[in-house]
């Protein structure tokens, strides 16, 4: 059973237009971390939300975490082909030992 | 140079075989991690640790062993290889509690099993 569910899956799109990647919980987690895996790497933390309905920018890349705690969302504005590359969100707690991560959306862009 | 480094980058092998994948960070993290990744199940828990000598299973422990005699070092064993198991590892570290420190990844060991 999957904790954290992504949509989605996959998402190819052209240079300049704007996408939303999600990440869906029933469970309630303390904090949701995303991460961006390029091939042959391992994933590289983007950023770390904390607070119900925390909003974090950083650059074109948006994240939203739920105001209950059990989603989050990724928003990238007007993408370029440097944002290609595999989507990880992960939820985790003080009185959990590990993350619970998603499955992953593959994001491709083309020029 | 600080960081977490896995070894072999690339390793094939036969099935019944024994194999170990190496894990070494510099940053003394308390907590380390083995994940595998697999098309379509995308990263998957299988041993972690939260201290030397302090081990615990994940989602996908059968057929794996682990041992953390040094804080620095998290082997993880293959001890009789299955085809099942060709997958690519990751190695990852933490500083602090493993549920909410972000999670520090090495480049991976692309493993066939033949």
């Known amino acids: 059973t999957q904790l954290l569910e992504q949509s989605p899956q996959f998402l190819s799109i052209q240079e300049g237009e704007n996408l939303t990647v999600y990440c869906n919980s029933s469970?309630?987690?303390?904090?949701l971390q995303w991460y961006r895996q390029e091939p042959g790497e391992g994933p590289v933390l983007l950023v770390t939300?904390?607070?119900?309905?925390e909003v974090k920018k950083l650059k074109r890349l948006t994240f939203q975490f739920g105001d209950a705690r059990k989603d989050s969302s990724l928003h990238i504005t007007a993408a370029q082909t440097g944002d290609t590359g595999l989507y990880l969100c992960a939820g985790g707690g003080s009185t959990l030992g590990r993350l619970y991560f998603g499955r992953g959306t593959q994001l491709t862009v083309w020029p | 140079d600080a960081g977490i480094t896995q070894s072999p980058r690339y390793k094939i092998t036969e099935t019944g075989r024994q194999v170990t994948l190496m894990c070494h960070q510099t940053?003394?993290?308390?907590?380390m991690f083995w994940y595998r990744q697999d098309l379509g199940h995308g990263l998957r828990l299988i041993y972690y640790?939260?201290?030397?000598?302090?081990?615990d299973k994940g989602e996908v422990p059968d057929g794996y062993v682990v041992s953390r005699s040094k804080t620095e070092n998290f082997p993880l064993t293959l001890e009789s290889a299955t085809r099942s198991q060709t997958s690519v590892y990751f190695c990852?570290?933490?500083f602090g509690t493993g549920g909410t420190q972000p999670q520090h990844f090495g480049d991976g060991t692309r493993l066939s099993i033949l």
């Open positions: 990852a570290s933490s």
């Open positions: 939300v904390v607070t119900g309905g």
């Open positions: 640790s939260a201290a030397a000598d302090i081990t």
């Open positions: 940053w003394s993290h308390s907590y």
């Open positions: 469970s309630v987690f303390s904090s």
